[in-house]
């Protein structure tokens, strides 16, 4: 059974960094996008960013390029999300997220309203804060 474990989550003020860290069992990246996820309440999923393993595809959402990035450890079977600058308006419950052919198709042709629907398997939120 797939099970991808998110962490490090917290509160920070604006301007400062956080790594989120998702560490994944019974997969294999070779053959999948691994990412990141935010939803705010009443807000659909989004996503953040995201790699494909396979061919190298990435998608980095406008709003976070030049703040955020996303890398692999293949060797640990972990995803990484570095926040640094970070803004009020990144508050939100991150979701670590992989997903199969639907997924990397999606991330190659930017169709960004529909990705959260190529998921295929998430992990649990770990909340993020950020006071002004």
């Known amino acids: 059974e797939v099970q991808l474990q998110a962490s490090g989550g917290g509160l920070v003020q604006a301007g400062e960094s956080l790594r989120l860290s998702c560490a994944a069992s019974?997969?294999?990246?070779?053959?999948?996008?691994i990412g990141w996820f935010r939803q705010v309440s009443g807000k659909q999923r989004e996503a953040v960013a995201l790699?494909?393993?396979?061919?190298?595809?990435?998608y980095v959402l406008d709003s976070v390029k030049g703040r955020f990035t996303v890398s692999v450890d293949n060797a640990k079977h972990t995803v990484y999300l570095q926040m640094n600058n970070l803004k009020p308006e990144d508050a939100a419950v991150y979701y670590c997220?992989?997903?199969?052919?639907?997924?990397?198709?999606?991330?190659?042709?930017?169709?960004?309203?529909?990705?959260?629907?190529?998921?295929?398997?998430w992990g649990q939120g770990t909340l993020v804060t950020v006071s002004s």
């Open positions: 997220a992989a997903g199969g052919y639907r997924l990397i198709h999606s991330i190659v042709k930017r169709l960004t309203t529909t990705m959260h629907l190529d998921v295929d398997y």
């Open positions: 019974e997969l294999t990246f070779d053959n999948y996008a």
């Open positions: 790699i494909s393993a396979s061919d190298g595809s990435k």
